[in-house]
């Protein structure tokens, strides 16, 4: 970048563009650039947009979702079946199964995935949450299992039904199979003995 | 200009790590071109074509094209998938602390066909064997010795004495088996039991088959973990990450013992 011929605040911006997951040099130079020409208004609601994110976002104490609010919309909500509780390992993974609108239930972020290789264990997860969440007599009577179906997320999977079953609780995952769309001659042997074994009446 | 673009290479996938928004980094080990790094595209979309091919702890068949920095992942064919070492927890622990190992003492692009060997027979093994813990510790006994780390176990490594059937000393630092009198003197010895040092030398110089054959109690058998992951660490002058999760299984209640596959 020849950000030497840029004014020090400008070379700044840029950089603090830069930083950003999928935003390269190019990238931030235009942005920048963007806001250069903007009017202030424009610029300082941004700033105060990313301020607000950074002061006022807590995780629920609940479910441990991002939420301005604790406990969350989510679990604030008595239209919601409290009986089942979807394990997710992302916020944004509550965001893709809300868009659905075919869940009604109440959610638990874990914040990750085991991944024994990186050193990530159930200790790094928000899992002492849920099972606290789960032995207060709060009359849970299914855990769903939602975490990605690869290696690290059927490990986390098993190890959390590990946990749960001797409570008692119904343990469920999400199934595994064809993604709408698909080609059956790119399957991997996995999901296809999955789509069969998981077959439906037509 | 003699160097294809593209290539085909066998190779188990030991490691992914995410990249961009998409897609991911996977390290393969292959038989002739030694541990590789190359990018799967798109393989976090649920469509992906590649995503199941590439997953970790997989035997597949890739197509690669070389690329500025990294080789691009082009076509993937699983060869085998080892469906227990995702069904038992077990299994599945054992397997990604074998597959650590491999890729923390390899080196890049290296060819090394006796460790992909060694590493392809554990999975097929941990995939089926009950008995995983000694199917790990003859894992890690063959791969110090394929990559030059073999610890003595015949004589005294520090005076050359044959060692009796008493109880020796194990140091690491010295590079294996101690008589008495130089384990008294070596700071960092530990005990070793008669049983112990048999089961060493078994497990560098026997089949898998005959190691299947000996009976070892458990506290034999934690005692030859003991050592052997000491060694491991010695040689690694690093932790095995993994190792912490085989660890929280075994304080977990639940099945402790394998599923038959």
Redesign the interface.
Known sequence: MTQTTAALPVSRLIEAFNKLPGIGPKSAQRLTYYLLRAPSDEARALAEAILEVKEKIVLCSTCQNITDSDPCAICRDDQRDRSKICVVEEPLDILALERTGSYKGLYHVLHGVISPMDGIGPDELKVRELLTRLKSPADVREVIMATNPNLEGEATAMYLTRLIAPLGIRMTRLARGLPVGADLEYADDVTLTRALEGRQEV | MTVPRVYKTTGIVL?QRRL??ADKIVTILTPNLGKLDAVAKGVRR??S?L???V???TYTSFMLARGRELDIVTQAQ?LE?F?SL????ER??RA??A??LV?RFTPERQESYPVFRLLLETLRRLATEARLDMTVRFFEMRLLGHLGYQPQTEECVLCGASLKPVTNGWSAEAGGVLCPACAARAPMSRPLSVNALKVMRLLQKGSFAEVMRVRTAPDLESEIERHLREYVLYVLER?V??A???E??RR????SAPRPA
Do not use: Q
Not at chain 2, 86 to 89: G, K, P, Q, S, V
Not at chain 2, 252 to 255: E, F, K, Q, R
């Open positions: 490691h961009g928004e649920p469509r074509k995503a199941g091919h997953e970790p702890l699983m998938v469906p995702r069904e038992d927890l599945t622990g990604l602390y597959a650590e890729e932790d990450r993994s912490r999760f085989i929280t299984l977990t209640p639940g099945t």
